[in-house]
């Protein structure tokens, strides 16, 4: 949805059509590997997101270097992550629910959309913060993880605020913590991990615009003006919003800076727990 809204008013200002060739499999992988291998022309584009530059490097074997083999244009947009649990769970702030982790080790679950996706690595990433263990039930996709949740198989998911916020506004789902730097606007009671006493927690869904290495600056330049001029466009603005995603305009080279930084982290997550995620 992001990719079509966004690259729809791009098309306008660059005077061209801009087709999206949706290619599955392996977390956005196999996608990645074809832009990284095309010609650095301009004319072959990717939207980049978490997966791809971000989670499959410190969990995959994948063919590519998410840093090297791109050229960052810049950032679509965000969105937090929230830290759920049902509307029956005992929890109903973040410290409670680490209490009744650690009262009953071993004992509480949380879904994920895969072994190594995002919506794992975060929740490692508070069970290494907070010293708690947590029994992972992956799934194929966020959406099944999600309907399991809300059926009380599972006690907890670290979702996406824009997959998890209809249930949340339906009182199904409850809103503990969100993983963002701030609180997020949409939830402005709830707060943020690092408040709750984990300085420096900061984990977010984002989806931005790759290039193939060494398209010329001119071209970077160009494409970054359109994309940075769709996402400000009012009605632009809405449609993200009504997703719960925030335009992100930003420069190449602070998307490159992020890009890094994400890298960097879950890398480090990844062998901190000694993570092991079957290929």
């Known amino acids: 949805m992001v990719a079509r809204m966004v690259t729809d008013k791009m098309s306008h200002s660059l005077g ?32 980049c997101f978490v997966a791809t ?53 071993g004992a509480m679950s949380y879904s994920s959309a895969g072994s190594g ?32 949740l809300l059926g009380g198989q599972v006690d907890a998911m670290f979702p996406s605020l824009t997959t998890a916020l209809p249930y949340i506004k339906a009182g199904k789902l409850r809103a503990l913590a969100v993983a963002s730097p701030k609180r ?5 009671d709830v707060p943020t991990v690092a408040e709750m006493g984990f300085a420096g927690f900061s984990a977010i869904q984002w989806w931005g615009l790759c290039a193939p290495a060494k398209t010329p600056e001119p071209v970077v330049a160009k494409l970054n003006k359109a994309l940075n001029e769709a996402l400000q466009q009012p009605d632009i603005t809405k449609r993200l919003s009504d997703i719960a995603a925030e335009p ?32």
């Open 184 to 188: 997020d606007p949409l939830l402005p």
């Open 16 to 47: 061209t059509s801009i087709i999206i060739d949706n290619k599955a499999g392996a977390s956005g992988s196999i996608a990645a590997l074809d832009v990284a291998r095309a010609a650095p022309d301009g004319y072959t584009l990717m939207q």
């Open 117 to 148: 996706s995002a919506t794992h690595l975060i929740m490692e990433y508070l069970e290494n913060q907070a010293k708690v263990g947590l029994v992972h039930v992956p799934y194929k996709g966020a959406a099944p993880a999600i309907q399991d």
């Open 248 to 279: 992100t305009p930003i420069t190449p080279q602070q998307f490159d800076d992020f890009l890094k930084s994400e890298v960097a982290k879950w890398t480090k997550l990844v062998k901190d727990v000694n993570l092991q995620i079957e290929q």
């Open 53 to 105: 530059h971000s989670t499959n490097p410190a969990v995959l074997k994948i063919k590519y270097d998410p840093i090297a083999d791109f050229t960052p244009v810049g950032m679509m947009a965000r969105t937090s992550n929230v830290l759920v649990v049902g509307d029956k769970n005992k929890a109903k702030t973040l410290p409670e629910f680490l209490a009744l982790a650690r009262s009953k080790p």
